[in-house]
């Protein structure tokens, strides 16, 4: 384990974007980026900490900020060295 006793590790969400599930807006709305129409704007939750090791009820709160088309980067100590 990653974390100390009784602390959850919580990794990055990042989503496999295939033109299968891509979203498409519209024409004036969405880019062309690597073959695939997407967002101009990433639906991406970024969020800094120590580092990724919390407690269960913090690990619940932050699950409720997870969307099912929106990605979460976690940018702890480590990430930024």
Not at 29 to 43: D, H
Not at 48 to 59: G, L, Q, Y
Not at 66 to 78: C, G, N, S, V
Request: hydrophobic fraction near 30%.
């Amino acid at each position: 384990s990653k974390c100390e006793s009784g602390l959850t590790y919580l990794p990055n969400k990042i989503l496999n974007w295939s033109p299968s599930n891509a979203i498409v807006v519209s024409s004036k709305q969405s880019t062309k980026r690597q073959g695939v129409y997407s967002r101009k704007i990433p639906k991406i939750v970024h969020m800094t900490s120590k580092s990724r090791c919390f407690a269960s009820n913090f690990v619940e709160n932050i699950k409720t900020w997870e969307f099912p088309d929106h990605e979460l980067y976690i940018h702890d100590d480590e990430a930024v060295d």
